[in-house]
């Protein structure tokens, strides 16, 4: 295809020549995302265009726009033409032909439509006059550019999804029957796993009672219980137990011996008697 290498093998020196040129950018920030093209002829701007996205819209989407739209414009002049971008991944999904991006694809077609129109890339920010004019030119597009529409892209729909899957997750959670004593430990869920092994998880879930006569929680079992007394811990001068067994998960001395204690239960099965009550 014609657009392919070439527009890595054009020297520098060609930019910024006063040769009618266009030069493409996009730009996103917190307020939303512009795309933007401008045409120089001997140093001065002679046509432009703006366009103002959704926040949702990706960079690579307006830079892709941008391309697109100087593309179109560029159709209509019948002579030879540099289209300048600085987007390099632009650039490489256009020379995909593979590409199922639909505005990559119409791009693929309008090239091979009109060659006359060739697409070049430079590097970004180093004072090249058209660059530093559509840098600009994309940024004001955000606040002033004409209203343009771009379905969202599939990264923001993946993003948008999570986020309510957490949301979803976090209201069952917080307002759940179950699980009450690992939500005080654990109060935010995450697609990252807790790093409990199994002594762990089972010294935060035991509830049951024990054989001594007590209420068999993690508290009981590591400072009061006279069956576990060789494994206990020092017990808490500060009144917050949430913070005790907080420190005890965190702490790899006392995570080592907690699972020597939570095996000793397990080996002596019957201090844990079933709360049927």
């Known amino acids: 295809m014609e657009y392919g290498s070439a527009f890595l093998r054009d020297s520098s020196a060609s930019i910024d020549s006063g040769a009618k040129a266009i030069y493409t950018d996009g730009s996103k920030t917190d307020e939303g995302t512009g795309s933007a093209y401008c045409i120089l002829e001997n140093y001065v701007i002679i046509a432009s265009w703006q366009g103002k996205l959704d926040h949702s819209n990706s960079v690579f989407q307006v830079e892709i726009l941008a391309i697109r739209m100087a593309i179109e414009a560029a159709s209509s002049l019948h002579r030879p033409i540099k289209i300048w971008t600085d987007s390099l991944s632009s650039l490489m999904a256009i020379l995909n032909p593979k590409s199922h991006h639909s505005m990559v694809r119409e791009i693929q077609t309008l090239l091979?439509?009109?060659?006359?129109?060739?697409?070049?890339?430079?590097?970004?920010?180093?004072?090249?006059?058209?660059?530093?004019?559509?840098?600009?030119l994309a940024k004001e597009a955000i606040s002033k550019g004409d209203p343009f529409f771009l379905p969202k892209p599939l990264s923001y729909l993946k993003s948008e999804i999570k986020s309510a899957a957490l949301n979803i997750w976090q209201d069952n959670w917080d307002n759940g029957e179950t699980g009450r004593s690992t939500h005080d430990i654990v109060p935010r869920v995450s697609n990252k796993p807790v790093e409990w092994n199994r002594e762990e998880i089972m010294f935060v879930r035991t509830h049951d009672n024990c054989s001594c006569g007590e209420k068999g929680d993690p508290m009981h079992y590591a400072t009061k219980c006279w069956f576990t007394l060789s494994w206990h811990f020092q017990t808490p001068t500060v009144p917050p137990k949430l913070q005790w067994l907080k420190n005890i998960l965190t702490n790899n001395f006392s995570k080592t011996r907690l699972r020597l204690l939570m095996r000793f239960i397990c080996d002596e099965n019957n201090l844990i008697v079933e709360d049927n009550n």
């Open 112 to 136: 091979l439509s009109h060659k006359h129109i060739h697409l070049r890339w430079l590097k970004a920010h180093v004072g090249y006059l058209g660059n530093e004019c559509a840098d600009q």
